[in-house]
């Protein structure tokens, strides 16, 4: 979805087209380090494990709160920070906020579709609200920011 | 099952922020730094091993954690290109407990 427009004039006076458009690029797969795989694998693992001891410790609600965790986020903020400089970080960070939101929207489509869904079609529609929160909320946030979401400034 | 939880977990995670890794623009692939990834396997295995009861009240503690996820973004947003990434991010899990802490105990401690 190009939206006309931009930051910037381009030289004579013209408009660059901004692009929002999502993509999928699994040529960047290419490059990971594995390394920082695992540390995000042992971050999850660590949660998953604290969220657990935390329910046992306390109730099930409050390690819940904890299945929301920014566990990998900031790690993830400071590899990119380093690698592709602050304003990708910063990007990143503002789709998380968005991403953010959609947790609660899963918490609550979980919530209220337990006992009256078969459990694991609960998860997979809890999951489906996510995506159509994240994918809702990103598609306004390229509507009223658009330059936050341009591939050409990332 | 700690260790089912861990391994799940983990994967998750992973699974996810490869998928991020591959998004564009930037602004897109921030979605999934924030997905439902410890989440979906914790709710998994405890549905699978324990009870619907149990995670039902996980998925109320979710809601609260989400809040305080979107208040840590926020916060990580503005400090990390000023304090830079270590202390941004020790800004950023503040926000976290505050938001998320602070909630919880508004709405199921202090409100009793």
Excluded at chain 1, 92 to 97: Q, S
Excluded at chain 1, 120 to 125: A, D, T
Excluded at chain 2, 7 to 36: C, N
Aim: hydrophobic share 55%.
């Amino acid at each position: 979805m190009p939206v006309k427009g931009g930051p910037a004039p381009a030289s004579g006076g013209n408009r660059r087209e901004v692009d929002v458009r999502p993509e999928l690029r699994l040529e960047d797969l290419r490059g990971i380090k594995v390394r920082d795989y695992v540390v995000r694998f042992a971050f999850g693992a660590v949660i998953s494990v604290a969220a657990a001891l935390l329910a046992q410790a306390s109730s099930a609600r409050f390690g819940g709160v904890f299945l929301a965790f920014p566990a990998i986020l900031p790690a993830s903020l400071t590899l990119i920070q380093e690698e592709e400089g602050t304003r990708d970080a910063d990007r990143d960070a503002v789709g998380a906020v968005l991403g953010g939101l959609g947790l609660s929207v899963f918490g609550v489509a979980a919530e209220g579709l337990f006992g009256r869904l078969p459990s694991p079609l609960v998860l997979v529609v809890a999951l489906a609200a996510w995506t159509v929160a994240a994918l809702g909320l990103y598609f306004l946030l390229t509507l009223f920011r658009p330059d936050d979401c341009d591939k050409h400034q990332d | 099952m700690l260790a089912l939880r861990a391994l799940a977990g983990g994967t998750l995670v992973v699974v996810f922020s490869l998928i991020g890794q591959a998004a564009r623009p930037k602004a897109f692939s921030g979605l999934f730094s924030a997905a439902p990834s410890v989440a979906t396997a914790s709710l998994a295995i405890t549905l699978i091993f324990e009870s619907l009861t149990k995670a039902r009240q996980d998925a109320i503690g979710m809601v609260i954690g989400g809040l305080g996820m979107s208040a840590c973004c926020v916060v990580a947003s503005a400090a990390i290109p000023r304090l830079r990434a270590v202390w941004g991010s020790v800004a950023a899990w503040v926000a976290w407990a505050v938001m998320a802490l602070g909630l919880y105990w508004a709405v199921f401690v202090g409100a009793r």
